[in-house]
């Protein structure tokens, strides 16, 4: 009821019309206002008027500015930094120990028994051995094999035209769609044409023309200084079989180009091999973990969880907290961590994919897959390697102050390491993004990170140009940043600092009683198995238990906000919180003033499109009741007239006409008379 007598109030309001004009309203609000100037403005004389007008505008102008650089800064959403520390039990820190070769020679030779003669022979080319030095009843090669990715020398001595030879060419290009040019013949007996280029890392070579009999660089002379030998061993990739689309990877060093040429044949032929096998031919628990104690309990192989790593091979895990509680650590110290003896059995190494030997190991929360390659660190064998752990607690704001995720769930990359169960990390959206990348640009997976379903992983018999695709998706700068964009940190992550130190172990007194013991424990046998070259020890355990938290904390809330807000107004103007509401009232009490004369407006347009339609005055009363009862009455209509036919002027006020009062004869009245009057 109430709500209807105010819209009735207001419909009276607006038929009555504004009872103020805009400029009354300014100078009541003038009058009236607790801010600081507008009173100066009315009350003083022209002079200070002008004065206090232009102050009054100044300071609000000011306002209004500072206000756009607190509400600024404080959408900007930064944040500060703090560091507490504390003291409490921790729980040991999940230990990943791996070898850094991640097969046993003797299981895979079978496997890899062509790959080592092509690259032997190779070496032998590379090194330029006398003539007597070379086998020459050793089986023939596959060169099939080879020609998959060859490895192909550069000559630089021309800057402007390098020479490209491949080891095991004869009367063939570098490229397979090159033509032989010509039989001119150089200082060095090779014939060669065309122009062929190459960059300092990487070369993509188009059409180029070579010939010759020529299967290795030419020697050197003796005396040459190392700026005379411009040569360089490069990997050649090309986008399919027969392509002139290559790309030659060059490197420094011809250490490091065959290292990578045996990694990248290596990983296309134990991509074919199945899980299972590939576990097999790793190295178990049970020779590897030669012994264990973790503070005053002893422990063994059993108590470590094996994950297949494709860098590594076997990789066992103590203390991931996948099927039981994680353990926590009693007291700070050596005596209270944990502690290992490993058998890396270097003597099985494969001797062309592992220059490094040694234990890689990484430090890692529970639950969480070890990146070894990233972030592990390698323990020396005939070593004894202590590890103090210090524990850093990292807690970051979620948005809109930073882009991190809980869970990972907001993450538009699917995480292809949740098949391990483990909890979201950057390392495995990075390495998701890229498979993802890979299997959609070159049709298949690469054999280092995990495969989603129903795709291959690549080689060289099925997907002869994985190996280009690889590369160039690898040195993209377009695609990495894809990855980097649309993955993200964890908002809360604990990372563990590390003190290392060593020492030789056993030492040269105690190095026989400590290898028999151990060789018997594991073969059972009274024969020293062991060396120095193949024993590890590693001491991992908390320096204290101090750990300390980083937490991120809003730099500016909505408190800072507004107190700094009123602190200008005040500063300025003079005004406080009522201040603004004055101000909003005159804002709508505009509004309002506004409306009315917009409605007021629109009625007097319809009225007068009214006056236009009917020009005459509308008709009495009187006059509809005559049209009502008499059905032959009908309304002048002077537009009837000709044009031509003007109208007499109409008096003010027409004479009254006397005869009618007269009284006139019976005889005279007649039906004519009646017809006259009507």
């Not at 120990?97 to 030779?109: D, G, I, L, R, T």
Request: contains cysteine; hydrophobic residues 35%.
């Amino acid at each position: 009821m109430n709500l209807k007598k105010y819209f009735i109030r207001a419909l009276h309001r607006l038929q009555k019309g504004p009872g103020y004009t805009y400029k009354e309203l300014l100078v009541w609000y003038c009058d009236n206002t607790n801010t600081h100037g507008p009173k100066r403005i009315i009350k003083e004389g022209p002079k200070k008027k002008l004065i206090w007008f232009f102050l009054t505008l100044l300071f609000a102008s000011l306002v209004f500015w500072q206000w756009g650089i607190l509400i600024n800064t404080y959408l900007s959403y930064n944040v500060t930094s703090s560091l507490s520390i504390g003291f409490k039990t921790m729980k040991f820190p999940a230990v990943t120990v791996c070898n850094a070769n991640p097969f046993k020679y003797s299981e895979v030779k079978h496997l890899l028994k062509e790959l080592d003669r092509l690259i032997e022979a190779a070496l032998e080319r590379i090194l330029q051995p006398t003539p007597g030095n070379s086998s020459e009843n050793s089986p023939p090669l596959d060169l099939g094999l080879w020609h998959q990715i060859p490895l192909v020398l550069i000559d630089e001595h021309d800057k402007d035209n390098p020479i490209i030879l491949d080891i095991f060419e004869s009367n063939q290009t570098a490229g397979d769609d090159q033509t032989a040019a010509g039989n001119e013949t150089s200082a060095s007996n090779e014939t060669i044409a065309g122009n062929q280029t190459t960059a300092s890392n990487e070369t993509t070579a188009g059409n180029q023309t070579a010939a010759g009999n020529q299967t290795a660089a030419p020697p050197a002379p003796a005396n040459a200084t190392s700026e005379e030998k411009k040569y360089k061993l490069a990997v050649k990739l090309c986008s399919h079989h027969g392509s002139n689309n290559c790309t030659y990877r060059n490197f420094t060093s011809a250490a490091q180009a065959v290292t990578e040429w045996y990694i990248l044949q290596s990983t296309s032929i134990l991509s074919k091999v199945p899980l299972q096998e590939r576990i097999r031919m790793g190295y178990q628990a049970e020779d590897m973990i030669l012994a264990c104690l973790y503070g005053a309990e002893p422990c063994n192989y059993k108590n470590f969880t094996q994950i297949y790593h494709p860098d590594h091979g076997n990789c066992y895990i103590f203390n991931w907290g996948m099927d039981e509680e994680a353990l926590n650590s009693s007291n700070p110290g050596a005596e209270f961590g944990l502690k290992l003896i490993l058998d890396i059995s270097q003597q099985d190494y494969i001797p062309y994919l592992s220059s490094a030997a040694g234990a890689r190991l990484m430090l890692h929360q529970q639950k969480s897959f070890p990146f070894l390659k990233d972030q592990g660190i390698y323990a020396m064998a005939g070593t004894e390697t202590s590890i103090g752990v210090l524990v850093d607690e990292l807690e970051r704001m979620g948005y809109p102050y930073s882009d991190c995720t809980v869970n990972g769930s907001d993450v538009p990359v699917k995480n292809l390491y949740s098949q391990y169960n483990t909890s979201y990390s950057i390392q495995a959206c990075l390495r998701s993004c890229f498979q993802n990348h890979m299997i959609e640009i070159c049709g298949c997976g690469h054999y280092m990170f995990p495969l989603p379903e129903g795709v291959n992983y690549c080689n060289n018999e099925d997907y002869p140009g994985w190996a280009y695709c690889y590369s160039s998706l690898r040195s993209s700068i377009r695609h990495r940043q894809i990855c980097i964009d649309s993955c993200k940190e964890t908002c809360n992550d604990t990372q563990y600092k590390m003190t290392i130190s060593m020492a030789d172990w056993p030492s040269e007194a105690s190095e026989d009683w400590i290898f028999h013991i151990l060789s018997y424990e594991r073969d059972m046998s009274t024969n020293v198995t062991l060396d120095r070259n193949g024993i590890i020890k590693l001491n991992i355990y908390f320096q204290e238990y101090n750990y300390r938290t980083i937490s991120e904390s809003a730099a500016t809330t909505i408190v800072w906000l507004l107190s700094s807000l009123g602190g200008q107004f005040g500063f300025w103007m003079g005004g406080s919180v009522l201040c603004l509401i004055e101000f909003g009232e005159i804002i709508i009490d505009s509004l309002w003033i506004t409306i009315i004369n917009v409605i007021s407006w629109c009625k007097g347009l319809k009225q007068k499109r009214v006056q236009a339609r009917y020009p005459d005055a509308p008709p009495t009363v009187s006059e509809l009741v005559e049209a009502h009862t008499n059905l032959g009455f009908q309304h002048e209509d002077a537009g009837a007239l000709p044009r031509d036919e003007a109208l007499p002027p109409e008096p003010g006020t027409p004479p009254p006409n006397y005869d009618s009062l007269r009284v006139q004869p019976l005889d005279i009245l007649g039906p004519d008379s009646d017809a006259e009057t009507e």
